[in-house]
């Protein structure tokens, strides 16, 4: 098993050697931030396969520092694009722009940002949706079977083809914090610190089961076709529906409560048909759920929450061991959520027992934020402080 990690590290290493930094908005559709990097492959994934090339999409804040050691790595969810904060070039709010920019807790007056949209997504990141250069075609389910491992392994490739030796630390919350554990524990020597919010050293079946529903849904739309869907014609229900189940297992019953209690809908929003939306909790959630419609692919859906089930960072007992062998002076922060159901409170304890017994120095906060498992996306009043703490310290 290690012969076969260390062949694919090599395989991924030559890729990065050739890889190719190109400029803003070299991909259609994208925004003027967006950079992208050209891995002129094969690359090999870690459960196998390959691709025979992969172009990876960042955005950056920030400028690197002479020393090139200033640089910090940001792996997102599973549904966001690399646009976490607004730019010059890119104006727009990003998803996490509270924390990103001058005086921030990610200062970008101090910092060198790195934003990644994964390996697998459909923000300008190779997946699914892409073509394949072997067949003039989308990929679809002819991509090879994706894990946090390669999300990881696709970072470190904008970062060897940046020439950045050593990140100043690696960050995620919910697959970011599971990527940015993997980051960690496969490139030891490449990394000083790390940030894990709200996620998991692996799946709990609670997760597992939620995200087994969410593909099955969409699976079962009849126009996923087997994930031969043509782009104009996605499965539109599938995808509505398992957004729905997700809404709900990233908020808390307290704050379904607190916000909406029983109210019901206005009558001139109440459509008068059978068993259809009544209570302003079901409005919201039929809301959110058509903004997502049509502004992600299926398939990548399918690829990334499947990665996430996946991941299990017992599996790597020899990496963990070499980290805790380059441990000295090494931070880490883990935060987690008490009213988090999907990623709960006991996986983030788990998280900083698992980095302290390999000698980092780990804080652990334990927020009792209403919101649940989006609590890192829109709880800035408890995020920003400790998250402030950590990297004034960096």
């Known amino acids: 098993m290690r012969q076969?990690?260390?062949?694919?590290?090599?395989?991924?290493?030559?890729?990065?050697?050739?890889?190719?930094?190109?400029?803003?908005?070299?991909?259609?559709?994208?925004?003027?931030?967006?950079?992208?990097?050209?891995?002129e492959g094969p690359l090999a994934m870690h459960r196998g396969g390959e691709l025979p090339a992969a172009q990876i999409a960042y955005e950056?804040?920030?400028?690197?520092?002479?020393?090139?050691?200033?640089?910090?790595?940001?792996?997102?969810?599973?549904?966001?694009?690399?646009?976490?904060?607004?730019?010059?070039?890119?104006?727009?709010?990003?998803?996490?722009?509270?924390m990103i920019g001058p005086g921030k807790p990610l200062d970008s007056s101090r910092f060198f940002v790195i934003c990644i949209n994964s390996l697998g997504s459909c923000f300008g990141s190779t997946g699914p949706s892409s073509i394949d250069p072997r067949t003039g075609a989308p990929y679809r389910l002819a991509f090879p079977a994706l894990t946090v491992e390669d999300i990881a392994?696709?970072?470190?490739?904008?970062?060897?083809?940046?020439?950045?030796?050593?990140?100043?630390?690696?960050?995620?919350?919910s697959l970011g914090g599971m990527t940015a554990l993997a980051y960690a524990v496969h490139y030891p020597d490449e990394t000083d610190n790390l940030v894990s919010l709200c996620a998991a050293a692996k799946a709990s079946p609670f997760a597992i089961g939620v995200r087994s529903l969410q593909r099955e849904i969409i699976r079962s739309?009849?126009?996923?076709?087997?994930?031969?869907?043509?782009?104009?014609?996605?499965?539109?229900?599938?995808?509505?529906l398992a957004r729905k189940l997700g809404l709900i297992s990233y908020r808390s019953a307290?704050?379904?409560?607190?916000?909406?209690?029983r109210d019901v809908v206005h009558e001139e929003e109440h459509r008068r048909e059978p068993f259809t939306s009544e209570f302003q909790v079901e409005s919201y959630l039929e809301a959110n759920a058509q903004?997502?419609?049509?502004?992600?692919?299926?398939?990548?859906?399918?690829?990334?929450?499947?990665?996430?089930?996946?991941f299990d960072l017992e599996d790597h007992t020899e990496r963990l061991i070499a980290l805790s062998q380059q441990a000295a002076g090494k931070k880490a922060l883990v935060v987690g959520v008490e009213t988090d159901v999907l990623f709960p409170l006991h996986q983030q304890q788990s998280i900083a027992s698992l980095l302290t017994e390999s000698g980092l120095d780990v804080t652990f906060h334990a927020l009792p934020s209403l919101q649940g498992h989006d609590a890192f996306l829109v709880d800035r009043e408890r995020f920003v402080p400790v998250m402030s703490d950590f990297f004034a310290a960096l």
């Open 153 to 173: 392994a696709a970072g470190r490739a904008v970062i060897r083809a940046l020439r950045i030796p050593r990140l100043r630390a690696v960050v995620g919350a």
């Open 60 to 98: 950056c804040w920030g400028e690197l520092n002479g020393a090139r050691d200033n640089a910090v790595l940001l792996f997102t969810g599973l549904s966001p694009s690399a646009h976490a904060a607004s730019s010059p070039q890119d104006p727009t709010p990003g998803w996490w722009e509270f």
């Open 4 to 39: 076969d990690e260390e062949r694919k590290e090599k395989t991924v290493l030559q890729s990065v050697e050739r890889a190719i930094p190109i400029g803003q908005s070299d991909a259609p559709g994208q925004a003027g931030a967006t950079r992208f990097v050209k891995l």
């Open 291 to 310: 903004k997502f419609v049509g502004s992600f692919d299926a398939n990548s859906y399918l690829y990334l929450s499947r990665a996430m089930d996946w």
């Open 221 to 240: 739309d009849p126009a996923w076709l087997d994930g031969n869907y043509p782009s104009d014609r996605e499965p539109v229900m599938g995808m509505r």
């Open 254 to 261: 307290r704050e379904w409560d607190e916000r909406f209690g």
